[in-house]
């Protein structure tokens, strides 16, 4: 897909998720086929004030590229200053997050507030387009609520105001993350407008992106929920392998992942990292719990892997098992 001048590569992409889309995650998405990525949010007004955390949210590496930083913010004035330090840091696209539902940030007019107040967000991006040289995205859902289905409307606004593409998640709101992501709303806004449109929710494999695209007519698909624990969402290849085949190449993956935990963050931020998504890698078999509870407790890096790769090898050895009982 072609957003402005900048080519996204695949059409399946990782979705911005806050703590989860770090620097190693995208990286090993990417590797594993997945299109541009996009940052987490990073708060507006938390990067004008030097806030380190957003600071390092904006993190990026050059082989990244290209890559896209998502701003949070529900003032015209900080979202421009902020825009314009993170095309100075070299962002080749920025994203504005309309979707974030947590009501601590929808009481300050950001997120998904931005989808029920449509003069604040005509400002916002109208401010937005001045400052910025590179391509402006949205991220946006279905609506507020049902009875505020309003994902066209605000489509249109942002295309008018020069937006170069368009995220749709259609839940509303009030949804937050419950019920089935209604794809039709997705396929409303590709008949809209004129700009590229990624569709995104509740997609967990490539059989289901494809169905998405056929069935909305979307260009673009974003994978959140679905990646996590499961980078190997975005391989082609992965899907065609038989099932040893697999099996290794998802060992691959997961030892790259954490290396590139401990190569790319501190040591306090990378144990917590390792933790989190090793306890996602276990994910079935027999004692699955427990190993997640043990590593949990992990104090090092390295006793973490090692509670990880027991957890690995007694899974592959219950699987033969079954598999010769099973004749
Ligand atoms: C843990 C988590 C964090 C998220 N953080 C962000 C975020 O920072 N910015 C954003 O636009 N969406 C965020 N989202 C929403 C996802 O990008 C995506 O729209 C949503 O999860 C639906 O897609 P899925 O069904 O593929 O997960 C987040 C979702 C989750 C689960």
Excluded at 83 to 105: S, T, Y
Excluded at 294 to 316: G, I, N, Q, S
Aim: hydrophobic share 40%.
């Amino acid at each position: 897909m072609q957003i402005g001048s900048i080519d996204t590569g695949a059409a399946v992409r990782l979705a911005p998720m806050a703590d989860v889309s770090n620097v190693p995650f995208r990286l090993i998405a990417r590797r594993c086929g997945s299109g541009m990525t996009t940052s987490e949010e990073v708060d507006a007004e938390a990067l004008i004030h030097e806030s380190v955390r957003a600071r390092r949210t904006a993190e990026f590496l050059p082989e990244e590229r290209p890559v896209a930083l998502q701003l949070l913010g529900g003032r015209a004035e900080s979202m421009a200053e902020a825009a314009n330090r993170l095309q100075d840091l070299g962002a080749d696209m920025i994203d504005v997050n309309m979707g974030c539902p947590v009501r601590k940030i929808v009481k300050k007019g950001k997120g998904s507030a931005l989808m029920r107040d449509l003069p604040r967000t005509a400002e916002i991006l109208s401010s937005l387009r001045k400052v910025l040289a590179i391509p402006l995205t949205i991220k946006i859902r279905g609506g507020w609520d049902d009875e505020h289905l309003n994902a066209v409307e605000v489509a249109q606004l942002a295309e008018s105001e020069g937006v170069d593409a368009i995220t749709v998640h259609p839940r509303t709101r009030s949804q937050q993350f419950t019920g089935l992501a209604p794809w039709q709303i997705i396929g409303d806004v590709v008949d809209a407008v004129n700009i590229p449109v990624t569709g995104n929710g509740d997609v967990d494999s490539m059989a289901e992106a494809r169905r998405m695209m056929a069935e909305t007519n979307c260009q673009a698909v974003m994978i959140g929920r679905g990646a996590m624990g499961r980078p190997w969402v975005f391989s082609d290849e992965y899907e065609s392998l038989g099932r040893e085949a697999q099996d290794e190449y998802r060992l691959n993956v997961i030892s790259e992942h954490m290396e590139l935990i401990e190569e790319h963050l501190d040591e306090r931020r990378a144990l917590i990292q390792m933790k989190k998504n090793l306890s996602w890698y276990i994910s079935t078999g027999w004692r699955a719990r427990f190993r997640r509870r043990e590593l949990f407790e992990c104090a090092t890096a390295p006793e973490a892997w090692d509670v990880f790769r027991r957890y690995w090898d007694l899974r592959l050895f219950e699987e033969e098992k079954l598999a010769a009982a099973a004749g």
